[in-house]
């Protein structure tokens, strides 16, 4: 019915940048707020950054100033520009949505399968 599909993973060097992004496939009214995530194997789930429909963000404290969170609603697609880059960012980051199905349908949870970034010398 919906998916969320991430891209733009890869590896980076410290100081560097990535470019991620989120699209949304599917049948669904609409999506409200949608956020990044970030995981290492043996830790958390972490929250990065959350963005609301009208584009209002949210960051966490250890990428702001760093990262910068947008969205095309248009496109269904979500972004998040990654600069200066540390080793501490590497993780799998997983995109996240709260949608409706329908115009009557209450909030639904949805994440996506991840995408691995990597930052090393």
């Known amino acids: 019915q919906m998916q969320l599909v991430e891209s733009g993973g890869g590896s980076a060097q410290p100081g560097g940048s990535l470019r991620l992004s989120c699209a949304a496939h599917g049948l669904f009214f609409s999506i409200s707020t949608m956020s990044w995530y970030r995981q290492v194997p043996d830790g958390q789930r972490e929250l990065v950054a959350t963005i609301t429909s009208a584009g209002d963000t949210d960051y966490n404290e250890s990428v702001e100033g760093r990262f910068s969170l947008s969205r095309d609603n248009a496109k269904n697609t979500m972004y998040l520009q990654m600069n200066s880059l540390k080793p501490e960012d590497t993780a799998v980051y997983y995109c996240?949505?709260?949608?409706?199905?329908?115009?009557?349908?209450?909030?639904?949870?949805?994440w996506g399968q991840g995408t691995q970034v990597t930052v090393s010398s």
């Open positions: 996240y949505g709260q949608f409706q199905r329908t115009i009557v349908s209450s909030l639904k949870d949805i």
